[in-house]
């Protein structure tokens, strides 16, 4: 047991993307410095009526939120507390339940979005004047903000000599677990006027979507995944380009929403990485990409919208600022090439068949969100913001630091982007990640009957094949929608503006 001298009265935990009661900073610090703690999660309104107003009402990751709670508050209530679920503007909500509650000390931990920075400071005012401390905590990454920097100081810019250092620094204690003693009587039941249970879905403006019937939810989900996985890690570097291949962890989204530490994940893979694991190598560097985004949007907050933007992305800056004097494509053939790509309908089929699974299920194969990226902003000459919108809307895993990164790199106007002379070809990029044509037949059936030769550019088909298989192009499937040729070609032209900085960046 702590010293009772040092113990604070009541605490409060507020849960944001952190949806575990284990290895979590804000949950063991208020353990460990107060007398009682409640847990509460606020279903914000200043993010979910932006969602509704884009008609989001069937939005997975509400479903996922939910069924995560509802495990949460079973493994609180059975150590003696409960979780608290509102459903309002956090800004209002955290400040008068912390009242209503009389405790002395908010906790919570860290999110580094711009708008989310701002919230927490609008919430710390507002508690400080009733004399409520707040802390907010690192958590959801292994280092932050200006933690692993330059030999002169500054912030890295460039993965890999950052990588490099964020390794050199590392060390054991870093990735130990912020144990959470659960048995330790301080969680507190709460009173019956305040357990008013968590709201359904229905209540709150959305809809059941059936996720967990294809991706278990809450603590339990994640364990179960990252079980799994560790059976396949040493096989990562092989196996992850293959969207056909069960290659992926598939904890993508499960880290998202901190149903998994991610302390859990860094400690595992380092451990093998030390142990020879080249699979275990490859997949710690996509972990510590992470930490790289999330420390580039601290450093830069420039790249996110204002959090009046009406628009989530809309109006923020690429990286590189010479990149914002690109002419992208504009009226209503922009928006009909758009609505190609966000249908699946663009004729290529590795590029279909991605948008097909996104649509779907909500998830894609990291090599096909690059694919698909490319192919939107460098053949359709799209401004990229676009399709970072669409996945914002539409990816289970939607974080945007990660999000703004991914996108900004395909276009190469973020940080330690592809060259913009760097042009994916769709066709080849078919060929050599899915060779046989798998996973093009499973989200793209009309193609199945064609032979692993044509099915990646089925308008190369003959005639007879194309009838065999069923294929009337322009009917059933559509005909390319531009010429990756002629699309390169104009893309050379188009980011000519921002050649000669380029040129110069790399000498």
Not at 75 to 103: M, N, T
Not at 109 to 117: G, L
Not at 238 to 255: C, I, N, Q, W
Request: proline share 4%; with cysteine; glycine share 8%.
């Amino acid at each position: 047991m702590y010293p009772m001298a040092t113990l604070q009265n009541k605490g409060l935990v507020w849960l944001r993307r952190d949806l575990r009661v284990h290895d979590h900073h804000a949950l063991r610090m208020a353990i460990k410095h107060c007398k009682a703690v409640f847990v509460c999660f606020i279903f914000d309104t200043d993010i979910l009526s932006a969602l509704l107003e884009r008609g989001l009402s069937h939005d997975r990751r509400i479903d996922f939120i939910w069924q995560s709670l509802v495990e949460i508050d079973t493994e609180l209530r059975s150590h003696g507390g409960g979780l608290i679920v509102r459903h309002g503007r956090a800004i209002d909500v955290i400040p008068k339940l912390a009242q209503e509650l009389g405790v002395d000390h908010v906790y919570c931990n860290k999110d580094y979005e711009p708008a989310a920075i701002e919230r927490d400071l609008v919430v710390k005012k507002q508690l400080g004047s009733h004399k409520i401390e707040f802390s907010s905590l690192k958590d959801q990454v292994i280092f932050e903000e200006r933690e692993v920097l330059t030999g002169s100081g500054g912030v890295f810019s460039v993965f890999t000599p950052y990588k490099n250092a964020w390794l050199k620094k590392l060390t054991p204690s870093d990735l130990d677990a912020h144990a959470v003693d659960l048995d330790s009587g301080r969680l507190e039941k709460i009173a019956s006027q305040l357990d008013t249970g968590i709201p359904s879905l229905e209540s709150m403006g959305f809809q059941k979507t059936g996720i967990e019937s294809y991706l278990p939810t809450g603590m339990s989900g994640a364990s179960h995944f990252f079980e799994e996985f560790l059976h396949r890690i040493d096989q990562y570097h092989a196996t992850r380009d293959f969207p056909a291949v069960k290659g992926p962890s598939y904890l993508s989204m499960h880290s998202r929403f901190g149903t998994i530490s991610i302390r859990a994940l860094v400690r595992e893979a380092h451990t093998r990485m030390l142990a020879g694991s080249m699979g275990a190598t490859i997949w710690l560097s996509e972990l510590i990409w992470r930490d790289f985004y999330f420390m580039i949007l601290a450093n830069h907050p420039r790249l996110a919208p204002a959090r009046s933007s009406s628009h989530p992305t809309s109006g923020h800056e690429s990286f590189k600022a010479d990149y914002d004097n690109i002419r992208w494509e504009s009226g209503p053939n922009a928006e009909k090439l758009f609505k190609a790509w966000c249908d699946g309908k663009t004729g290529y089929p590795l590029v279909d068949a991605a948008m097909h699974q996104l649509n779907s299920s909500g998830y894609m194969h990291n090599r096909l969100r690059m694919v698909v990226a490319s192919f939107l902003v460098k053949d359709l000459g799209i401004d990229w913001r676009w399709g970072e919108q669409y996945f914002a809307d539409h990816l289970n895993d939607f974080d945007f630091a990660a999000n703004n990164g991914g996108w900004q790199w395909a276009s190469s106007s973020g940080c330690d982007a592809q060259p913009y002379f760097r042009i994916f070809n769709p066709i080849t990029q078919s060929e050599k990640f899915d060779p046989e044509g798998k996973f093009i037949r499973k989200y793209c059936p009309e193609l199945a009957k064609l032979s692993n030769k044509v099915i990646h550019a089925p308008w190369l088909a003959g005639s007879i094949e194309l009838e065999m298989a069923g294929i009337v192009l322009g009917k059933n499937y559509p005909h390319p929608i531009i010429d990756h040729g002629e699309a390169r070609k104009n893309t050379l032209i188009r980011y000519a503006v921002v050649k000669k900085a380029d040129s110069s960046a790399s000498q």
